[in-house]
């Protein structure tokens, strides 16, 4: 089921005239649940919305601080982001699952250099990722490239600057503002030319071990394919998605038919019909089996099953790799039946 705990807010702190800090209160009862790798993200619900609406927001604080602290932007139309901007305060509470994710780092052999690129609330993993590198690695040489419209609308910039100041011979940050021109600062988008400004040009005496990448996906897509083909070896190179284009559902048209659907889920198994032109995850929402779920866009983790037997096909993927796939997983918010019978288990992730 669905693990979510009720959390109260601790803090609530402006960033920008957009944008939150949300700390959460972590009691002694729960630490263990709520322990993080830097990086990760929790998924939260709030009943004052109306609705069940799910969110993942991605984790700035670093593990082992007192407050859990999340970052959420003002989306124009949204529903959780404009509560938590104009409406959430100190003292309420949130539903919170614990945290989850694949985009991450952990602490390793002294002297690993690594270098983040980020774009408006795509900071806000690699906040999490920079303290903690720069803390537990008095040897390491961390890179920021960041970049937003202005300084106003940027995350989390006093932190950066706390950093930049606490650790000024290893932390690195470089600004970048896309609808004004500042000192000390680049103007425009992070494009090929700033990957290769920074990596080729300011930085070419360093060997990165991990090169870390969060925003829109067109930067994320930019950065990616500059860094292969600078001969970045891709095992070293880790993205995540804070938004992706709308892509139109080309199975749906393609598959005819019917699947039974068998779901272990806590260690039940529930048994429905459903149409291979729906994806797994809404049939299994529909028979209120309370399976997890938040972005439901496949670009979180936290859907995730995998296949018992039979066969299935993903609309969207941006997290599992092909061995994972290989190996039966899938993302069952973007997962059609491609067979007449279809096993899939939550439990087994």
């Not at 360093?206 to 994320?220: H, K, Q, V």
Request: hydrophobic share 35%; aromatic share 8%.
């Amino acid at each position: 089921m669905s693990d979510f705990h009720t959390l109260k807010v601790s803090r609530v702190r402006r960033l920008t005239p957009n944008a939150v800090a949300v700390s959460l209160e972590i009691p002694a009862s729960q630490k263990e649940r709520f322990k993080f790798t830097a990086g990760q993200y929790i998924t939260v619900r709030s009943e004052a919305t109306g609705s069940d609406v799910r969110r993942a927001y991605s984790i700035s604080s670093r593990p082992g601080d007192a407050e859990l602290t999340i970052g959420i932007k003002k989306v124009t139309d949204g529903t959780f982001s404009v509560f938590a901007n104009e409406s959430l305060r100190e003292g309420d509470s949130l539903e919170v699952m614990p945290p989850e994710g694949r985009f991450t780092y952990e602490p390793g052999t002294p002297g690993r250099h690594l270098i983040a690129f980020a774009a408006g609330s795509g900071i806000t993993p690699i906040m999490s990722i920079l303290r903690t590198a720069l803390e537990a690695d008095a040897e390491a040489r961390v890179v920021l490239v960041y970049g937003n419209q202005s300084r106003e609308s940027t995350m989390f910039l006093e932190d950066l600057q706390a950093l930049a100041n606490e650790y000024p011979d290893r932390f690195i940050p470089y600004f970048t503002f896309s609808r004004g021109q500042y000192d000390d600062s680049l103007f425009g988008r992070i494009e090929r030319s700033t990957v290769n400004y920074i990596v080729k040009n300011k930085h070419s005496d360093l060997e990165f071990d991990r090169y870390y990448i969060c925003g829109p996906e067109p930067m994320i897509r930019t950065v990616e394919e500059t860094l292969l083909d600078n001969g970045v070896p891709a095992d070293r190179v880790l993205h995540e998605l804070f938004e992706t284009a709308d892509q139109p559902d080309e199975l749906r048209e393609q598959l005819e038919g019917t699947t039974r659907l068998t779901v272990v889920l806590d260690e039940e198994t529930h048994e429905l019909n459903m149409d291979q032109k729906n994806v797994v995850l809404d049939a299994v929402l529909n028979e209120k089996i309370d399976a997890p779920y938040s972005c439901q866009g496949g670009i979180c983790s936290t859907c995730i099953a995998r296949i018992r037997s039979g066969t299935a096909r993903m609309a969207q993927n941006q997290i599992l790799t092909d061995s994972e796939i290989e190996e039966g997983l899938i993302l069952t918010c973007q997962a059609h039946p491609t067979s007449p019978e279809l096993t899939v288990d939550y439990d087994d992730v």
